[in-house]
Structures are given as structure tokens and as C-alpha cells.
DNA sequence: ACGCTCCGAGAAAACGCTTTCTCATGATTC
DNA sequence: GAATCATGAGAAAGCGTTTTCTCGGAGCGT
């Protein structure tokens, strides 16, 4: 018992600023100023101030900081899927441009729930200092009044009505355009669109990009056929695809096409020589496939750092309603071996 | 200045507890009451005060919540590169579990900078109610002195010498072993391993199962590469692969595999008909490469929520320090087409 | 020397909530 | 009918910070 006295509450207790002011002789007022460098303080006593935190290697508590700044120094985060790698990406560059300013990135999955978005989304916004929507899904009504609720808010791959809300878009019109431009200038005459999930925004832009195309080629036969947005549902769309007799394929997403990919290999189907397959995001793998992917990219690290730098604007100039920018970012083709001219089709 | 006129910021306040209490008519001792069904209310009271947080649309801030409960609801992850599919699999899985039972997750990427986990993991800690930790590199003795100031904490593929950290560890050394075997039993008599980091204690574990490999297995010749822990290193070591002259390659981890399958490609190499080719991990992607992916499976999507089950458990008993479960899980074998037996050799 | 301004440090208020403490009120018991 | 109890609501004390307010004392000019 020779140290009984001794019993620390620093055994259940963490040091708090209260321990330091006792230690260093000064009231937790000046403990704080000198954390901070706010005010002027005597520099005998800051030294004495900082020697005493050295010591007892007080680290002040973020929850009553916040309280009392009124700032968590956190953005959240909403996905619809961590497994998807274009929102992996995003939460990457978002995580590490954040952290380069002192923030932190709390995660909201919505495992594609999209009644639970909008609470995900208010409760991540309570909890941080702005947040980052990605829900390609949400009804536009819904958004357009969950939006206002949520400022400090960047949205991904969504725009509102209001232009206060900066946004990050890629015009996958465009992207697919393009990709069904580079399958006809190959030669093919005969496309499939693999879809994407029904009620995708992304998606609906992927069709009116390919309206647009149909009518500028209205020597193109161009199929729809319904799909989903991951490996799964590509593979599975083997066979409607073999059975469709088209050349060129335009897959929803990378995903969908190394899916596809891969049951084409199975049935013995060689691209690019029976069949032009294309993606679309440039997901690291893509260029890794057999063959590489001829796919549209979209900058899939810079989204995530930009959505930071948008939000770090909104930040800042807390209060002022500005008119927000709207990014939107042109995929680059990626031409690789997926795609080439089609065999000659025996005269039928 | 003129005080009254700055008074209020009103305008611009978060609806509080206090202004549920003034529409309702009671203290806000009643309404936080209410709110958490803590103490018995006068059910017409409650009801008024219901009516009235309705109304007001009233939601508890969870900054003042947890500065009272001297808790946050959430837990926080370190990982060393978020590019990395395993290191996304246990923040998925993990961010999931941890929803399920009213937890966030807050993400820290420590950039593969060692040298700043620790502080991370740290800051983490003040602002969460536990710690995931995955630090391959962390030096063992920075490892065991941080360990007990991050309490609640999980250990992933890491041990301290105290048992009262849990872990999730992936027998490394088994895995490489069985894959090793599974070469040799299809006939291959020269392999090469191509190691991952040099810190890294996973690459670590395997040497040691290498060496007893070697051990049991004298008339095999098994070299030794040095060589990274993401495609691009795998495919950097195309060349020297060829050169080695073996006819099995263990690669460090999927991702060096699949960079290596590609290289070889490029190379004209044939998988397995030239060399065969093991991986590590089985991501999502190892099935769909071509050929796919030989490779030693850890259940990664179980890893991330079993790491939240333990944190619970640890969260729950708060106080006790309890000697903890170290669970170790051994890979399964996924023998696809990447490996099969070696051509004959030429006498030479 | 006297009053003036500055400066720096402690006291106290604020941040938004939960929870203990206290005390009134109405019900229960002998 | 008085004494005891249970009940439920308000007052107030935290939780750990930052920041405003206040005030003593030192420096300065006249």
C-alpha cells in the first residue's frame, strides 16, 4: 500500500485542460490561450503552460472544442456503395485532400437503400461540418428539398435547381457518344447498350446521350438491354448479348464490362475480334484486363479532391448564399484493345 | 459596438433543445427526458413536447450529446493506403456492422506514411469511442506503446504482447505454404516468390512459411524477388520473372499477380501454359482476370464486421480488462486457371 | 505624483445536451 | 386525518473547451 495515496483518477479519467492549469499554476483559461496562441500571452508562463502539457501529454478533448468553436472539423460522406470502386476513388481523394487541411471524412454507406439517404445524409450533417451526397438514385424532388437542409453540401453526379449548391458531374452523354461514335468509325453497324440500374441519374444521361446519337445515325441498329451497374449483372448478361448478334457492346460501366468480359471468355467468345466490348469510369483495373479496356475516364481521383475544394470554399465563406460552381468534367477516351473493327460478316 | 443589435444570431441557429422546451411549456430537463424515454413523463406532457420537437423539427445535437455522454457513437479506422482492395473490403465491411448498431466510422488514411499512424490512430482515438488499427509497418515496440492508450482497439493482421487487444490476423505463412504445395503437386520444381514490402509484417509471415516450405521440400528451387504490394510493381517485375526461368510464380498479393498477368501478357508469356501464376487475397477482381486468379482466400468481407464485433464487445465491458480474442483466420485455397502443370522442359 | 491607457490573467459565461438533486403534489397507509 | 411515499418536473450541476468580461498592475505622459 506503500503508494496507495497515489490512486490516480488518471486511471479512469483522461488529463484534461483543468489538470494542466493545476500543474503549470494558471487557470485553464490561459491553459487554453496558450494551446490556441490567441492571445498574448506572458512567455514565462506560456513555457511553464507548455512544459505541463508536455508532461502529463495533454491533448485536448476535440468533443468540447467543437461544442464550444461550433465546428467538428469532419465532413461526411454519403455512398450508395462502398464496393463500387468510382465511390471508393471519390472517398479517397476526398479522405487525403481533407486531411491536407486538417479535416476529417466520416463515412455513410446507404448499401443502395435509397429511402435511407436523406436521414443518413441529415444525421452525417448534424455530426460534421458539411457533407458530400452521392445518391445517383434519390428522386430529384426529394433532393431538391433535402438539399437546403443540408448546406455546406456538394453533390456528385446530381445538380439542383437552386445554384447554390456546387456540384461535380461528368457528362456521361457525352462519354458514351463518343465511346458509340469510335465503335461505328471501327465499322461495327450493330450495338447493344447494356443499362445501368433503372432509376440511375447517370444512367438516364448515358440514354439521352445515345438518343442524340441515334439521331445523327439512323443507319446504326442500336439495342437496349436492361442490366445492372457490377460485375454480377455483366456476366450475367452473356448470353442476351451473344443472342442480341450485335458486334459493339457499350456496357454500363467498367464493371459491367469486365463482367462481361469474362463470361464472353467462358463462351469462348474472343473480343476484340467477334465482339467490341467498352466500359466507362476507367477504374484502376480497367487497363489490367485481358484485353484492356477501351473505356470513356472520368477523372476519378480528381473528383474526390475537387468535392474538398468545393466544400473548403463553402467552408469558409460561411453564410454568404453565393452562387455555387457547377463542375462538370468531359470523359477522355481510352482507347485500348477491348475494341477493334468487326469481322467480316458472312454475307446473310 | 452595439450589443443588442448583435444579440442574437438567431437567425442562423440550429433549432435547440431549449426552444423545443419554450413551444412545449417545460424545462428542457423534460424534453431531453422525452427525447431518450429515460425517466417516466406525464404521457400528455410527453406528447406536447413530441408535438412540439415535431414541429420544430427538432434533432438533438450530437456534439453537445456526446460531450454529456462522454461518448460519440463512433469508431475510427487507420489504414495505411485506401487504394488498396482489402483495406476497402474491411472499411466496408466494418462501416456496415458498425451501422447496424447506431455506430459511424471515421476514416484515416495514413498515406502508407508510417510515421504517422501513430499520431493518427491518436487522434482518431480522442474524437471516437475505439480504434481499428491497420499498421503492417509499424515497428513491434511503437506498436506495443501505442496500443494501450488507444483502448478499445482492434488489431488487424498485428499482435502486441499484452493479450488484452484483440486481433484479426490471416495466417500469411499457411497460406503461402499451401499455395507453394498446390505448384508443386501440379509438377513445378522452380518457383519464385515475389515478396511484398520489406516491413511489412504480413510479407514477414510469409518468408517464415517459406522457409519451412523450403524445409519439407529440399529438392525444390525457390527464389527469392523483391518487388512491391500493387499491380504496378507486379508488372515492373515482368521481366526479371522471365529471367528467374521458374515455371511458378508466387506473387506477394492479388494485385501484383494481376499487374504480372499483365506484363506477361504484354510479353507474350502464357499463363498457365508457360508460367503459372498465385495470388494472395482473392479480391472481387481475382475471379475475373484472365486467366482468373489462383490465389489463397481470406474472408475479407467477414474480417471487416467481425473487427466491429470485437470493438463491441470491448465498448460494452467498458472498464474490465479482460484477456482478449486473437482470432487468427487460415485462407482457403481458390485453385482456378491461372496455375496448372508446367509444359515439359527441353533438356538443357 | 497622479491619472491615463495597455496588457495580461483569472472569473465566469457560453456551447447543447444529460442527469442528479430537490421539492411540490397527490396518493397511500395506519 | 396526519404521516409516509411515490411520482414527476424544474433547477442546477456537470461534460471540456473557448471566449468574453473584468480587473489589478505596470508603463507612460504631464
Redesign the interface.
Known amino acids: 500500500m506503500g503508494r496507495g495515496h497515489m490512486a490516480r483518477r488518471n486511471t479512469?479519467r483522461r488529463v484534461g485542460i483543468a489538470d494542466v492549469a493545476e500543474k503549470a499554476g494558471v487557470s485553464h483559461a490561459t491553459v487554453s490561450r496558450v494551446m490556441n496562441g490567441n492571445a498574448a500571452v506572458d512567455p514565462g508562463i506560456a513555457a511553464r503552460v507548455r512544459a505541463a502539457a508536455a508532461e502529463l501529454k495533454y491533448?485536448p478533448?476535440?468533443?468540447?472544442r467543437?461544442?464550444a468553436l461550433g465546428k467538428?472539423d469532419?465532413i461526411g460522406i454519403v455512398v450508395p456503395d462502398?464496393?463500387n470502386p468510382t465511390f471508393?476513388a471519390i472517398?479517397?481523394g476526398l479522405?487525403?485532400a481533407a486531411?491536407q487541411d486538417g479535416y476529417?471524412?466520416?463515412?455513410?454507406?446507404s448499401?443502395e437503400v435509397t429511402s435511407e439517404e436523406a436521414i443518413l445524409a441529415?444525421e452525417?450533417r448534424?455530426?460534421c461540418d458539411g457533407v458530400v451526397l452521392c445518391a445517383p438514385r434519390m428522386a430529384d424532388a426529394e433532393l431538391e428539398e433535402l438539399a437546403p437542409t443540408l448546406h455546406p453540401l456538394v453533390l456528385i453526379n446530381r445538380t439542383t435547381i437552386a445554384t447554390n449548391t456546387p456540384s461535380l458531374s461528368v457528362d456521361y452523354g457525352q462519354g458514351i457518344q463518343e465511346l458509340a461514335q469510335h465503335l461505328v468509325s471501327l465499322g461495327h453497324r450493330r450495338l447493344v447498350f447494356l443499362s445501368g440500374p433503372e432509376h440511375s441519374a447517370s444512367n438516364r444521361q448515358r440514354l439521352v446521350g445515345l438518343d442524340q446519337f441515334r439521331a445523327e445515325h439512323p443507319e446504326i441498329e442500336l439495342q437496349m438491354l436492361h442490366g445492372g451497374s457490377n460485375?454480377d449483372s455483366g456476366h450475367e448478361s452473356t448470353e442476351a448479348i451473344i443472342a442480341s448478334g450485335a458486334t459493339g457492346i457499350l456496357a454500363f460501366n467498367d464493371l459491367v464490362a469486365?463482367?462481361l468480359?469474362?463470361g464472353l471468355?467462358e463462351r469462348g467468345v474472343r473480343v476484340p475480334e467477334d465482339i467490341s466490348v467498352t466500359g466507362f469510369d476507367d477504374i484502376?483495373?480497367a487497363?489490367?484486363?485481358?484485353p484492356?479496356l477501351t473505356t470513356a475516364a472520368v477523372p476519378i481521383n480528381e473528383l474526390g479532391s475537387l468535392a474538398w475544394r468545393r466544400m473548403r470554399e463553402q467552408i469558409q465563406q460561411a453564410?454568404e448564399t453565393t452562387t455555387q460552381a457547377q463542375d462538370e468534367f468531359s470523359p477522355r477516351m481510352e482507347i485500348r484493345k477491348s475494341t477493334a473493327a468487326p469481322a467480316l460478316k458472312p454475307a446473310s
Open positions: 479512469n491533448q478533448n476535440p468533443v468540447g467543437s461544442l467538428t469532419t462502398l464496393a471508393q472517398l479517397r479522405s487525403i486531411a476529417r471524412v466520416l463515412i455513410a454507406d448499401s441529415g452525417a448534424r455530426r460485375f469486365m463482367g468480359l469474362s471468355h484502376p483495373f487497363k489490367y484486363t485481358t484492356p453564410g
